[in-house]
């Protein structure tokens, strides 16, 4: 069935340093991709999607491409905060799950000052 | 402001007692969701609810009833609960339609203690 592995946290990171999580998937169609932030406390938000392959979604300074080629997604973004200290969830929606979303086991990011 | 609305927020309930998660969306959504937030589990999927009048079960429906009262309302039952419930429900909803989910809108989640 469909699947999402993301990297394992984790992360701690220094304020203004580069970030990559790795996210990869198995999927029988054509998923659509997503990448949701949960900050303390709180609810799941979206924090971009991409619904093709080679599409890029952004938002916040997060980017994250939709390779099929290696079924990857890996959200990035060039320079953290502190205020970026959540964690980290990928998922995919495929026609094969009926378009529930399927999640990865989430990554926590810390960003010290 | 429009969202999905969980009540209630926090709730501590003794083994084999009853209660009703209530979720209630304002975005004209067809398709509500429950999950389960566990450590290091992820969001596990206890219900959805494709459209008004529908309902089905995820990966973890054991334990659970749900409802769905109205295209706005989805509502989670334990009908006698177990310590192994203690978690955090989040519900959602979502547009989904041409084969394509356009992503879930969260609530903000009832932390669930059974002891």
């Known amino acids: 069935g469909d699947s999402v592995t993301q990297m394992e946290g984790p992360v701690t990171l220094s304020e203004e340093a580069f970030l990559t999580i790795n996210c990869t998937y198995t999927?029988?169609?054509?998923?659509?991709l997503f990448w949701y932030v949960q900050y303390p406390g709180e609810g799941l938000q979206l924090l971009l999607k991409?619904?093709?392959?080679?599409d890029k979604g952004s938002n916040k300074g997060f980017e994250a491409t939709y390779r099929k080629e290696t079924t990857s997604f890996h959200l990035e973004k060039g320079s953290v905060q502190v205020s970026d200290s959540a964690v980290y969830f990928c998922?995919?929606?495929?026609?094969?799950?009926?378009?529930?979303?399927?999640f990865g086991k989430g990554t926590k990011l810390s960003v010290k000052p | 402001n429009a969202g999905v609305t969980q009540t209630p927020k926090f709730q501590v309930l003794k083994t084999g007692q009853s209660m009703t998660l209530q979720c209630a969306q304002d975005?004209?959504?067809?398709?509500m969701y429950w999950y389960r937030q566990d450590p290091g589990m992820g969001l596990r999927l206890i219900y959805y609810?494709?459209?008004?009048?529908?309902?089905d079960k995820g990966e973890v429906p054991n334990g659970y009833n749900v409802s769905r009262l109205n295209k706005r309302e989805f509502s989670l039952r334990l009908e006698s609960a177990a310590p192994s419930q203690t978690s955090v429900y989040f519900c959602?909803?979502?547009?989904?339609?041409?084969?394509?989910?356009?992503?879930?809108?969260f609530g903000s989640g009832t932390r669930l203690t059974v002891v």
């Open positions: 959602a909803s979502s547009e989904f339609f041409g084969g394509v989910n356009y992503g879930y809108t």
């Open positions: 999927a029988t169609g054509y998923p659509s």
């Open positions: 991409a619904t093709k392959a080679d």
């Open positions: 998922a995919l929606s495929d026609r094969g799950s009926q378009g529930n979303l399927i």
């Open positions: 975005m004209n959504h067809n398709s």
């Open positions: 609810s494709a459209s008004e009048g529908t309902t």
